[in-house]
């Protein structure tokens, strides 16, 4: 009579010790998770992902992005990558983007995390995908380790690159150092990189002295105090601003009187 009683708190305990675990690995996976979110800004994300924030929010982790490319570029993040798990990435140094025309990876997204209209271009209501217009990333030149900028010709980069002569072009200077011979600096054009990745893929040093970054993080930003007074369409900017001037007791004097006065000097 008195062991079902006892039977019977067991299997409570043991429950509520399941019960328990349970959530204690629930918190656990969550924190891992969490944590590898807050590192997802140095990933490379496909054609036409949005911005990271909204991607992962977006992104159902169905991996038909990753099976629809044709070169096997992108990957799932498997747990310990430090990247959100079961989302798309690539790393251009083993596999870059090969810019297929008609974008394979983007049309099949079900959930909008890869945006078909930021790849197309829009004639007469007529929208044509445009891999020229992806901005996967931006690449980075590192000056101490590239050898052109050592003198060393290379153009390993600059031929990589699928938009020849638009992306990355060739800088040419005397070198100083010989007198006879010149440089041959590549030079990214922000305005052109797709952030693709061929020219980091292409690089001939041992670790690539061109790197395609995250292009919020590899750009800067001007903010909205500078207006470029050349481009018309950025000084338009302008209209509508209000001035104002904050007077002083030098304000008071003319120019030339606040130059010339030596006082207290």
């Avoid at 998770?33 to 992104?59: D, H, M, S, T």
């Avoid at 990753?66 to 798990?85: F, H, Q, R, W």
């Avoid at 930003?221 to 002083?248: C, F, M, N, Q």
């Amino acid at each position: 009579m008195k062991t079902e009683p006892t039977s019977d708190r067991r299997r409570f305990l043991l429950s509520l010790a399941r019960g328990i675990g349970l959530s204690a690995m629930g918190a656990l996976v969550w924190s891992a998770y969490v944590g590898v979110a807050k590192a997802a800004p140095l990933v490379l994300r496909p054609p036409g992902a949005l911005k990271e924030e909204e991607f992962i929010k977006n992104c159902i982790k169905c991996g038909l992005c990753v099976e629809a490319c044709p070169y096997d570029t992108l990957s799932l993040a498997k747990p310990g990558e430090n990247i959100p798990m079961g989302t798309p990435y690539f790393t251009p140094r083993e596999i870059p983007c090969y810019m297929c025309s008609d974008i394979p990876c983007v049309p099949v997204c079900p959930s909008g995390a890869l945006s078909e209209p930021s790849v197309s271009r829009y004639v007469e209501n007529h929208a044509t995908l445009e891999i020229n217009l992806a901005r996967m990333g931006l690449a980075v030149i590192d000056e101490n380790s590239c050898i052109a900028t050592w003198g060393i010709q290379c153009d390993a980069c600059y031929r990589a690159c699928p938009l020849l002569g638009q992306a990355i072009t060739i800088e040419y200077s005397k070198n100083e150092r010989t007198g006879k011979h010149a440089f041959l600096k590549p030079v990214v054009h922000p305005d052109q990189c797709t952030g693709c990745g061929m020219c980091e893929h292409a690089c001939v040093t041992e670790i690539a002295a061109i790197h395609i970054l995250p292009r919020a993080l590899a750009m800067g930003r001007v903010g909205d105090h500078y207006i470029k007074g050349w481009d018309p369409s950025d000084e338009k900017r302008l209209e509508g601003a209000k001035i104002e001037v904050t007077k002083t007791k030098l304000s008071e004097k003319s120019v030339l009187d606040t130059l010339n006065d030596a006082e207290g000097l």
